[in-house]
Each structure stands twice: as structure tokens, then as C-alpha cells.
């Protein structure tokens, strides 16, 4: 079946389900890069059985599908997506408090309302979350960290489905936490939800190292652009900003991407960057950096 056809299909299957869609969505609505061409369909799954349903239609009728959250570590083509993008923002936002130390979180929970939450709740560990951007799936997925602290120090398990549709949970030990790394990049499950555990604290200290977090993150990180964080990955024994500044790199720019004056391991978008801008910068700085120092850096950011 074409696959216009088959977008037709899944239209009529989601209008039954009363589930929210959009057809020809700008994908640069949706990353933080606000960058990327159209979606043919843009859906927001309200739980985790409607999104179960709308996998199995996808597989059915072979319509590609995307997984996003907050689309904080995006870059999607200027061409967008040919398919199905399903967000967990629109349902996948439960947050409880299941005992004096545990939070059930869904995956489509922003990384600001759970560390809202655990500090209305006096609990302390997720600080480190405050300012990262995006999706606490997306968190879990890539072992985000920040200032000394990784999920790897908070997650007790996940919940997932897996390829066929089947719900299942790994604990910690199964979750294979690296550095910006989890099983999940290996299996091609979808996270939809996890339990975190935190430490019982004074709100007031909590609170204050949740500002202090942010306003080092305000003096080091060109914040007011749109961005989708560090570009690239950690190379053993260095850090990737010093030998782009090293490089002499800073403010190096393709069309409207630009690698930031504040801090050289971001690219910012300008104004008017495309998806092409933007990766043909990442090539010239991939290419200039092992040129002089030897490092192949490693982009960081998904790129659809």
C-alpha cells in the first residue's frame, strides 16, 4: 500500500481512538533547535495502551514512525519526516509519589515538572535535572547528567513496550547505564515511564542548589539561542569544547548555525539555521578537530 494510503488509514484509526493528531506538522514547532521540515503526522498519544494501538497500526501498514519527547536532542531534515511522529508530551505525564522515597514518572514528564515535584515533596538527588531540557524519557534514554550526577544515580527500573507492543520493565541492573548511554539504544524499545528514588531533604537546601545549578548554567551556556545542547560526546580525556576553542573554532558558522562565542561545545541557531547548516558545521568541526588534534569527536545529538 502507498504509503499516502496508508497515512489515510492510520487518520481514520486515530480519529476513532479520539486520539489528537496533526497532519503537516512543522517539526521546528517541536526540537529545541527550532529547526525541521514537516511531519506527515504529528500524534500525541494519551496513554500508553493508545500508543500501543498506534504502533501496531504503524507496523501494519509499514508507515515509519519517530518516537520523540520534548525534542530537546533533535535535529530533524529540512525535508522533516515521512511518517508517523509519535509524542509522549501529549499523555505519558503521570508523577506520584508511591512512598516516601520513590516517584512514578512517565516518560513524557518534563525534566523541570519532576524536579518541581521532588522539591514540593522535600526530596533531593534530581537537581542536577533542573535546567537540562527535554523529556525525563529522553533522560533515561541517554543517561543524562550534569555536574557530578547521572540518571544512573536516581533510576530504580523503566517501563517499556517493546517492538511488538508488549509492556515490560528492566530494574537498574538491566538498564546497561553509561555515559549518555542505555540499553535502550540497543533494543528499539520505547520508554514510557519509571520509577525514581530520591533522599529525604529540607526544601530550602534543595531549592538553593536547584538556583545555583541554573545560574551556572545561565553564565556558561548560551541559553537565550535554540540550541539542542552539547553537540558532541565526551572523547575520553578531553572535553569536546576545549578542543573546538582550541581549534580556533568559535563562531566558526555555516548559513545561520553557529558554534557559540560563550561556549564553543554548542551550535546555535541564529535565526534562520537549517538542518543542512547545521550538519555541515558539525562536519567542519569534526574534520578541523582531528585534523589538529587527532580526536574524531562523536555527535551527541539524534539526527533524523
Not at 520534548?70 to 515521512?82: A, E, H
Amino acid at each position: 500500500m502507498p504509503l499516502e494510503q496508508s497515512i489515510a488509514q492510520l487518520k481514520t484509526n486515530l480519529n476513532t481512538l479520539n486520539c489528537v493528531y496533526f497532519s503537516n506538522e512543522p517539526m521546528r514547532n517541536h526540537t529545541s533547535f527550532k529547526i525541521g521540515g514537516p511531519a506527515d503526522l504529528f500524534i500525541l498519544p494519551q496513554s500508553e495502551k493508545m500508543l500501543s494501538t498506534i504502533l501496531d497500526a504503524c507496523k501494519q501498514w509499514d508507515i515509519p514512525y519517530l518516537i520523540v519527547g520534548n525534542g530537546s536532542n533533535l535535529l530533524v531534515s529540512d525535508s522533516g519526516f515521512r511518517g508517523a511522529v509519535l509524542c509522549t508530551t501529549g499523555g505519558l505525564t503521570n508523577l506520584e509519589l508511591i512512598d516516601a522515597h520513590t516517584i512514578r514518572c512517565g516518560a513524557g514528564v518534563k525534566t523541570s515538572q519532576l524536579c518541581i515535584f521532588a522539591l514540593e515533596h522535600a526530596l533531593s538527588g534530581f537537581e542536577f535535572l533542573w535546567g537540562i531540557p527535554g523529556t525525563m524519557g529522553g533522560a533515561a534514554f541517554m543517561n543524562a547528567g550534569a555536574y557530578g550526577s547521572e540518571m544512573v544515580d536516581v533510576l530504580k527500573c523503566c517501563y517499556h513496550l517493546t517492538p511488538d507492543g508488549s509492556a515490560g520493565e528492566f530494574p537498574a541492573d538491566q538498564l546497561d547505564l553509561g555515559y549518555r548511554h542505555s540499553v535502550y539504544a540497543d533494543n528499539g524499545y520505547i520508554i514510557t515511564g519509571m520509577l525514581l528514588r530520591g533522599i529525604p531533604g529540607d526544601k530550602t537546601v534543595i531549592r538553593e542548589k536547584m538556583d545555583d545549578l541554573m545560574a551556572r548554567r545561565k553564565s556558561k551556556q548560551p541559553l537565550e539561542y535554540p540550541s539542542a545542547g552539547s553537540i558532541f560526546k565526551r572523547p575520553i580525556n578531553h572535553y569536546a569544547a576545549a578542543l573546538i576553542e582550541q581549534c580556533g573554532l568559535k563562531g566558526r558558522s555555516v548559513g545561520g548555525a553557529a558554534v557559540s562565542e560563550k561556549h564553543a561545545g554548542f551550535i546555535i541557531n541564529t535565526g534562520s539555521a537549517s538542518a543542512a547548516d547545521v550538519k555541515a558545521l558539525i562536519e567542519q568541526i569534526k574534520q578541523e578537530v582531528f585534523k589538529q588534534t587527532g580526536v574524531q569527536l562523536e555527535c551527541e545529538v539524534r539526527i533524523v
